[in-house]
């Protein structure tokens, strides 16, 4: 089946960088983008950003570009999400979620399945 | 502050139906998805398109779309059901995505 495996929980201090991976499996990796979505405790989803393990082209949000880098590792079917000059906001639960899409018919849509089991960040001096 | 606008909570007698909201300009160009979450847990797509149900999705949950607005209805809500709802679409720009703020589901 289809599924994707997040690294364990991180603690960091401010300043810091955090790198959190991603490894799916059930599919063919390079076929399909990859999200990145984070929730602050309490808080509602943020998307992040996305990549295509084809090529490694990546798209992010306006409020972490030059601080977010997404990679892919087509070898290991493994994406990465690093980010850097960490503020004690970022402490959140960070999710990757595979991309799907339908752009044929006449509304596009877009849709994030499956999602991995999310990835806790605390940053704390 | 979201493109994509929901109530922050609804609540639903047992049994009954709710219709749960997303507005945004960016919804007159693409179709929503919708998450439900439950405390603890990862987000899990329940609705795509104007109303996809993924395959494990009970037929009690629907949508539909008209104008600027998407709406996730559930008929005959179940205990079950409480959780946080999420709205996604692509933003006005079309460049990126973007959710709704959410809204949490109370079943009475």
């Known amino acids: 089946q289809v599924q994707l495996v997040q690294s364990g929980a991180e603690v960091k201090k401010p300043g810091a960088s955090v790198k959190v991976s991603c490894k799916a499996s059930?599919?063919?990796?390079?076929?399909?983008?990859m999200h990145w979505v984070r929730q602050a405790p309490g808080q509602g989803l943020e998307w992040m950003g996305i990549i295509n393990p084809n090529g490694g082209r990546t798209s992010s949000a306006q409020k972490f570009q030059g601080r977010v880098t997404m990679t892919s590792d087509t070898s290991t079917s493994t994406v990465y999400l690093e980010l850097s000059s960490l503020r004690s906001d970022d402490t959140a639960m960070y999710y990757c979620?595979?991309?799907?899409?339908?752009?044929?018919?006449?509304?596009?849509?877009?849709?994030?399945?499956?999602w991995g089991q999310g990835t806790l960040v605390i940053v704390s001096s | 502050s979201s493109e994509l606008t929901q109530d922050p909570a609804v609540s639903v007698a047992l049994g009954q139906t709710v219709k749960i909201t997303c507005q945004g300009d960016?919804?007159?160009?693409?179709?929503a998805s919708w998450y439900q979450q439950k405390p603890g847990q990862a987000p899990v797509l329940v609705m795509y398109g104007k109303n996809n149900r993924p395959s494990g999705i009970p037929d009690r949950f629907s949508g539909s779309s008209s104008g600027s607005t998407a709406s996730l209805t559930l008929t005959g809500a179940q205990a079950e059901d409480e959780a946080g709802y999420y709205c996604n679409s692509r933003d006005s720009s079309g460049n990126q995505w973007v959710f709704g703020g959410g809204t949490k589901l109370t079943v009475l």
């Open positions: 059930g599919y063919t990796f390079t076929n399909y983008h």
């Open positions: 979620a595979r991309d799907n899409s339908r752009t044929s018919k006449v509304t596009p849509v877009w849709w994030f399945d499956p």
């Open positions: 960016s919804l007159r160009s693409y179709d």
